[in-house]
């Protein structure tokens, strides 16, 4: 197995297809300095060290690398490690690496603060998190027990000494006994002791993804479900410092405190108590696009924090280690903190390794003893982080001097196209560059470059044409990070201004086809479709359905694409891709999209009723789904029409048809299941068409030349066909592929009274025919010209979409080629759906058939499930009562008659109802 297909199916199989879908699934086989060396897939380059390409690394680990990738003085340091061979697992023992490393970084922080730290390590940034939590609500808690000691001993005090009784001399609780007082006052302290404290973090915060810290993380691109309750937690949204300081008051709660003077006399006191244990912040917000927290508002926050005796913890685990040219990104603030956070560039890149520092005057010295961790502490970690904050601190001035520069020349790019860059925001290294979501005309592309999708894109194409990697930010994914390490210069920073200009070009001018030109490469490995994630429909939020004054109904047409080049018209945009493209680029993004609208248009009947129809598209071809029912996948494509009926269903459709592979991979519509609304295949008059085009030729035809062939017999339409033509032909042969003749025998038996029917598994058994009908639901063509009889004239109906003839066959003189199951638009009517490449004015009779039952709000579906003769009677007689007619397609010749009606068939048909 691979490398991609194993990190697939047995790492992160949804990150394994959002990288192959941008064409970010890259292995890179060694990093040094600024640049990681990339794999090569299939054995291209010499295979000595070093032939793969260079990229430029923008990422770094999510600035983890400040130093740069294996940075010589670190693994020299790493090296020593091994070579004095120091004990990795020397639990419960004193580390000398720990300690040095915790006394360095409570001398770097101090000198900042002016306090002394306790410092508690750990492997992960959420580790540190974690932590923080946890100290905070230990403390929180071991000072509400404190308090309630101290009030204890006060009511022992004042019975004691016989003043339980007396009142309070002054204060808010003068007049009332001293007793009354202090005992409402304990059974406050000990209903706030049993109410789980509160922890505080800001809007579009990232504190990490275990339970704690992901309840402080406010991301909102991960799915609810995968948020695990923790800890109560309250967010600010506003930002502005009064409503900080003041964004708790309700919690405050109030209580009463008694003190004897000098002769004996209590007096009361108000205490406000609070069940807030910790406000988080980071100094600047990296994942959510990186913004700066404003100084007023780290101020309010510690007041806020005074003002609930709650502790104050700056996050500066991506921000700090001075990446952003000070030591704490905090310090320009001019404001402290109570616990600092650290980890990422800590660990130079090389170690895994987080700390915890804590204010010495606020740290719970038995937290140490009952917090631990298999391998925290470790002397292998804290030796590389002592040896990564030398390297910080020595390169603050050239963090400040290369992150102005490169910020400058960001800039510049974000002025030079404004329609195309919001804005360049950040401090030192670490920035980010937030790009305006794109308005493309259509609406597949305004589905590809998404607000999801855009940051992935614009990774892939600056990785595959500049060879510079950077990602989006995690939570503001249309913001491109760029945390270069240390060790960039002016040339790379050239290089980096140059590439975003590029793509900031393209993306003014609109040229979608070169931006995303990176996706249409053939992807690597094996394919595994996404996970359905329930979203039961009462738990969606209430889409309001336009109210339409004019009363015109809405349906609601779902269609798959038929060929990969169908993109041609359904994104007009990347028109200019070639068939291979268009292949490759499916392939890549199979999975990632959702059904989405395609166009609206109102249709009227020839009794000038109207009807809006709602395109929507199921993205997926015909091939795709074929491939996946072999491969057992039907769920995944099951699921991905059904998100386009909950599409539907949300825009207000009352009918809604399943065109293409979309009615097949559902059962014939059967696991739509829906109770207001009617669902349809369509193919009902699908089939209609086709029969009323036989039944004329049949009738018109002599002895020997009724003699029909039928490929795809046990579909749904060719199933149908058989039990309508049998009637009126000499003979019928039931043709399948190898290995269909037992489910071929079960219909030729259900005929057998009708005409000759005999089956056959092989396509050459038509060259007897004179009439062709197929109906398969192959990606591919099934019947080409060897397969049909060159001495006597032939009639070929193809009614599959894609097509079932190959286009050899419509060049045979002998053979006249029709596309059926086309219906003509009343009167001039010629809308124009993308994707479907019919001549003006003519549609898909499935998608006829979705529309003609808007037209009548009462009348059941014909199509829903298996078709039956009587279903494709009224599907026909709905199209009369509206005026649609079925269109002959003879290579580019259309040819509309009224449907047939003659005295032998309304006989047979009336035995059929």
């Not at 009462?858 to 009587?870: E, V």
Request: glycine share 10%; aromatic share 4%; charged share 20%.
């Amino acid at each position: 197995m691979s490398a991609d297909s194993a990190f697939a199916r047995h790492t992160r199989p949804e990150l394994a297809r959002l990288l192959r879908a941008m064409h970010l699934d890259v292995t890179y086989r060694a990093g040094r300095g600024d640049h990681l060396t990339l794999e090569l897939p299939d054995g291209d380059g010499d295979g000595a060290a070093g032939a793969g390409e260079q990229v430029l690394d923008l990422v770094g680990g999510a600035g983890s690398s400040l130093f740069g990738h294996n940075h010589p003085a670190l693994v020299e340091v790493a090296r020593g490690c091994f070579d004095e061979q120091i004990p990795f697992n020397a639990q419960g023992s004193v580390r000398p690496g720990a300690a040095e490393l915790a006394r360095r970084l409570s001398e770097t922080v101090g000198a900042t603060t002016g306090a002394d730290y306790v410092v508690t390590l750990g492997c992960t940034g959420a580790d540190a998190v974690e932590a923080a939590v946890k100290h905070a609500t230990v403390a929180h808690r071991r000072h509400l027990g404190a308090l309630q000691e101290e009030f204890e001993t006060l009511l022992r005090r004042v019975r004691r000494d016989g003043t339980a009784d007396v009142p309070c001399a002054s204060g808010p609780a003068a007049g009332r006994p001293c007793a009354e007082v202090l005992d409402e006052a304990l059974d406050r302290i000990a209903a706030l002791r049993r109410t789980d404290p509160v922890l505080v973090s800001l809007r579009n915060a990232f504190h990490g993804k275990t339970a704690a810290a992901g309840t402080l993380t406010h991301g909102g691109n991960v799915p609810e479900d995968l948020h695990v309750p923790g800890p109560r937690h309250r967010r600010l949204h506003d930002w502005t410092p009064d409503a900080v300081v003041t964004a708790l008051d309700a919690e405050l709660v109030q209580v009463h405190s008694v003190t004897p003077d000098a002769d004996g006399v209590p007096h009361s006191a108000v205490l406000h108590l609070s069940p807030v244990a910790a406000c988080f912040a980071e100094p600047i917000q990296g994942e959510s696009g990186v913004h700066e927290v404003p100084a007023e508002t780290l101020a309010a926050l510690r007041e806020l924090a005074d003002r609930h005796g709650a502790a104050l913890v700056f996050d500066e685990i991506q921000c700090g280690m001075g990446r952003t040219g000070t030591f704490l990104a905090s310090e320009p603030s001019g404001v402290a903190a109570d616990y600092y956070l650290l980890s990422k560039s800590l660990g130079g890149g090389l170690a895994k390794v987080s700390a915890m520092l804590v204010a010495e005057d606020r740290y719970v010295p038995e937290f140490g003893r009952h917090h631990t961790s298999t391998f925290a502490d470790d002397d292998f970690s804290s030796r590389i982080a002592t040896a990564a904050l030398d390297l910080a601190l020595s390169w603050r001035e050239r963090i400040t001097e290369v992150g102005t520069l490169l910020r400058d020349r960001l800039a510049e790019v974000a002025g030079r196209w404004p329609d195309a860059v919001a804005e360049v925001r950040g401090r030192g290294l670490l920035l980010g560059v937030e790009f305006r979501l794109p308005n493309p005309e259509s609406g597949m592309l305004r589905e590809v470059l998404d607000s999801e999708s855009l940051g992935y894109l614009i990774a892939g194409r600056i990785l595959h044409t500049h060879r510079i990697r950077v990602i989006p930010t995690l939570s503001a994914p249309a913001t491109v990070r760029v945390q270069p390490s240390a060790l960039l210069g002016p040339a790379e920073v050239d290089r980096v201004a140059a590439a975003f200009d590029e793509v900031a070009g393209l993306l003014s001018r609109g040229d979608y086809a070169t931006l995303m030109e990176h996706l249409a490469v053939p992807p690597r490995g094996g394919w595994q479709p996404p996970q359905h994630v329930p979203l039961p429909r009462r738990d969606r939020p209430a889409l309001s359905v336009a109210a339409r004054p004019d009363g015109v109904p809405r349906v609601a047409f779902l269609a798959n694409l038929d060929v990969p080049t169908t993109l041609w018209s359904m994104a007009p945009e990347l028109a200019g891709w070639s068939d291979r493209q268009c292949t490759a680029a499916l392939d890549r993004i199979q999975g990632e999209l959702d059904p989405f609208e395609v166009v609206r248009h109102r249709i009227t009947s020839e009794e000038g009723r109207t009807v809006e129809v709602v395109m929507i598209a199921v993205p997926f071809t015909a091939a795709q789904a074929n491939a996946a029912l072999r491969a057992g996948q039907g769920g995944w494509l099951r699921r991905s029409v059904l998100d386009g009926v909950e599409l539907a269903v949300s825009l207000g459709a009352g009918v809604i048809g399943l065109g293409g592979h979309t009615s097949i991979v559902t059962n014939a519509a059967r696991d739509v299941v829906e109770n207001d609304v009617r669902v349809t295949s369509g193919n009902s008059l699908t089939a209609a068409c086709a029969y009323d085009l036989l039944r004329l030729t049949l009738a018109e035809a002599g002895a020997g030349e009724r003699r029909v062939g039928l490929v795809g017999g046990i579909g749904n339409i060719g199933a149908v066909m058989a039990e309508l033509v049998a009637p009126h032909c000499e003979s019928l042969v039931l043709v399948g592929r190898p290995g269909s003749g037992r489910r071929l025998s079960v219909v030729a038996d259900r005929l057998g009274g009708l005409t000759d029917v005999s089956v056959a598994d092989d396509l050459d058994a038509l060259r007897d025919c004179p009439i062709v009908v197929s109906a398969t639901n192959s990606s591919d063509p099934v019947i080409a010209p060897h397969h049909l009889g060159r001495d006597q004239k032939v009639l070929v109906c193809d009614l599959a979409v894609p097509g079932d003839v190959h286009p050899a066959v419509a060049g045979l003189s002998n053979v006249t080629l029709v596309s059926g199951g086309r219906i003509q638009l009343p009167g001039v009517q010629t809308p124009r759906f993308p994707g479907i490449t019919l001549p003006p004015g003519i549609l898909y009779s499935c998608l006829a058939e979705t529309i003609l039952l808007g037209f009548e709000p009462t009348t059941p579906s014909p199509s829903y499930g298996g078709l039956t003769s009587a279903g494709v009677l009224a599907a026909r007689d709905l199209a009369v009562r509206h005026g649609f007619h079925p269109a002959r397609i003879v290579s580019d010749d259309v040819s509309v008659r009224p449907w047939v009606d003659d005295q032998l068939s309304t006989a047979f048909e009336e035995d059929i109802r």
